[in-house]
């Protein structure tokens, strides 16, 4: 082989591909127009052919060095990958959250059928037989039941331990939520528990403010946090048992792999419902339990309630 005749036959072509790379790897951002990058990708493939031929003839070390370089650099440029940013992540959430409970909205409809349930046995209960209430609830929840009977509200403006108890809220529901997700791998069994007895204590409150007059007063209050807290107990409580569906009848797969299937939409569910109980954990401690107008939280809540359903169903990646 004459490499040096091989060598001054292509120089001009190796050289102009050094200075597309150049071009690619350090000029400006889009510095490569479409025709550019259509030479870069052709002399890419022709410079690859030229490597492999110089090899098999035998060229000296320098000019094997030297091609092996430049499609070294080539590759990396072309065939690097995206570099992630804040930007990108939330684009990917923004997206990804709506279309996984989309995807996977009849585990949640079973989570609300299941809360619901559990709500609605105690609130018959005690429709029947008001004196069961002191059956049914806690002791350590009376204080709160006394508190929500007793109809007293904060004044508008004081706000001393707001900040104080929306931190509470956010941490004391974000644990709920992700119980009833995590450990719907356990066949499902605690997430339906924890769906029911989160209900039953609602019914049970709800039954109590009914023989007092205040059940109007009670919905009201908690419609403008309940919209996105109960909706992310829903949507958590639904990946939980899409996990428990997921061990309990795997199919082809193993339960491990069955679980991996799954994995992606509950982990969007799971993000997507944090961002709900921070959404609701601000509104309870500094707008829910204020003395503002009763129209105000109704419209509060309903468009809460609006804007959440039409994300939910209408925001989807062309």
Excluded at 18 to 31: I, M, N, P, V
Excluded at 60 to 76: F, I, K, P, T, W
Aim: charged residues 15%.
């Amino acid at each position: 082989m004459n490499v040096r005749a091989f060598v001054e036959r292509r120089r001009a072509r190796w050289q102009r591909f050094e200075q597309l790379l150049d071009a690619l790897q350090w000029g400006a951002r889009g510095g490569l127009d479409r025709a550019a990058l259509d030479e870069l990708g052709r002399l890419y493939r022709q410079t690859a052919a030229d490597l492999a031929y110089a090899r098999q003839q035998g060229a000296d070390a320098q000019v094997v060095e030297y091609l092996n370089s430049l499609l070294g650099r080539a590759h990396g440029a072309l065939y690097r990958a995206r570099r992630g940013s804040v930007r990108s992540a939330l684009r990917r959430f923004w997206y990804a959250f709506p279309d996984a409970v989309r995807r996977r909205h009849w585990y949640v409809w079973l989570a609300i059928a299941l809360t619901m349930l559990g709500a609605l046995i105690p609130f018959v209960i005690l429709l029947v037989n008001p004196n069961a209430a002191q059956a049914l609830v806690d002791p350590q929840w009376r204080p709160v039941f006394e508190q929500w009977k007793s109809g007293e509200q904060r004044k508008p403006g004081e706000v001393g331990l707001a900040s104080i108890m929306s931190s509470f809220y956010f941490v004391n529901n974000s644990r709920v939520a992700m119980l009833a997700f995590g450990l719907g791998v356990f066949w499902g069994i605690p997430t339906v528990y924890l769906l029911i007895t989160n209900g039953f204590l609602l019914g049970t409150l709800a039954g109590e403010m009914y023989h007092v007059g205040k059940l109007g007063f009670l919905l009201v209050s908690i419609y403008p946090h309940g919209v996105p807290e109960l909706g992310a107990v829903f949507l958590c409580g639904g990946a939980g048992l899409m996990l428990g569906r997921a061990m309990i009848a795997p199919g082809d797969w193993t339960r491990s792999e069955s679980v991996r299937q799954v994995a992606p939409d509950a982990f969007w569910m799971l993000a997507g419902s944090l961002v709900l109980i921070l959404i609701a954990a601000f509104t309870e401690a500094f707008f829910s339990f204020y003395a503002f107008p009763s129209w105000s939280k109704f419209l509060w809540g309903t468009l809460a309630l609006g804007l959440l359903l039409a994300y939910l169903l209408g925001v989807r990646e062309r």
